[in-house]
């Protein structure tokens, strides 16, 4: 398997400009050209965990370069090791030769990152099934926040990996999530916005005027509590943090968010120990039949036991 980084808070600076002969490369190819001691695997893993910046913004590891363009990176002091499997329990909602589709608890993180090197779905998967070994990245095609629980798809081959990118890529996969969120929102509603990097706090994202990229979020209120309301929630777009970041610009945050929300001690019949977000569920065609599929995945206890308590009065 290629290998992963392993995640250290001590890190090293590191810049380029882009050269008249590097015009048009892609962003993982310049990199791996130009700064061989990473592997083009390896680079792709630091392009996605935003590690490297163009022009001071994050970007896909096939972006294309123009002369001029500043490439900055930060890598961990120690050098690239491969990540362990490890036996965790994976709560599989199905799983053929092609996919794997599983409902992640809250709690679990994605990839290896700063703070969280082991442990993750990443090593789950790959002591599940030594298929996921020979993938980049162990056929992970798209994330959940650490503390979202919910659907996710995985691909098991190189081929259902790349139809399954093509599909998240082209909008043409569906992601429904459920929320509680603080207040009072309207019945329904569309936001539409740009997001990119917070320009002070830099670990998080924010609605920006310019030079963001686009975000569509639609929302739907399904039952409406004293102080809080359980939407259905619809994403166009799949940015990072994008329905937590766009339900705070409207002044309904996500009940338990700590980053983007506020507190509201002793004002609900529990206190969350997390954001109360899950993807209920998510459709696609299948990679290999193109056969029309759709997952939901159950809410996790303790959604269920706040929704439940909110309900009961």
Not at 133 to 150: M, N, P, Y
Not at 151 to 170: I, P
Not at 265 to 289: D, I, N, V, W, Y
Request: glycine share 8%; with cysteine; net charge neutral.
């Amino acid at each position: 398997m290629n290998g992963y980084l392993e995640a250290m808070e001590n890190t090293n600076q590191h810049s380029l400009t882009v050269e008249s002969t590097d015009a048009k490369k892609r962003l993982d190819a310049f990199l791996s050209a130009n700064v061989t001691a990473l592997s083009r695997s390896q680079w792709k893993m630091l392009i996605d965990q935003q590690r490297v910046l163009v022009n001071g913004q994050p970007c896909k590891p096939n972006t294309r370069l123009k002369p001029g363009d500043g490439v900055t990176w930060s890598v961990p002091d120690r050098a690239p090791l491969e990540a362990v499997p490890e036996d965790i329990p994976l709560h599989i909602l199905f799983e053929d030769d092609a996919v794997l589709v599983l409902n992640k608890p809250p709690g679990m993180v994605v990839h290896p990152a700063v703070g969280n090197p082991s442990g993750t779905l990443l090593h789950g998967l790959l002591f599940h099934d030594p298929v996921f070994q020979a993938l980049e990245r162990a056929g992970i095609v798209h994330r959940l926040d650490k503390d979202t629980s919910g659907v996710m798809v995985v691909a098991k081959s190189d081929k259902a990996m790349q139809e399954m990118q093509r599909q998240f890529k082209a909008r043409e996969t569906e992601k429904e999530y459920v929320a509680l969120v603080w207040g009072e929102p309207p019945g329904s509603g569309r936001v539409e916005t740009l997001l990119g990097r917070h320009p002070v706090h830099r670990k998080k994202q924010a609605v920006l005027k310019d030079h963001g990229r686009e975000a569509i979020t639609n929302f739907q209120c399904l039952e409406q509590f004293s102080e809080c309301a359980w939407l259905k929630i619809g994403i166009e777009t799949g940015r990072t943090h994008q329905i937590r970041v766009h339900m705070a610009h409207l002044k309904h945050p996500i009940v338990g968010d700590t980053v983007y929300g506020r507190a509201h001690r002793g004002r609900l019949p529990a206190e969350p120990e997390r954001q109360m977000l899950h993807a209920a569920k998510l459709s696609f065609s299948h990679p290999e039949s193109g056969k029309r599929l759709s997952f939901e995945a159950p809410l996790f206890e303790d959604m269920e036991s706040l929704l439940e308590k909110l309900r009961n009065g």
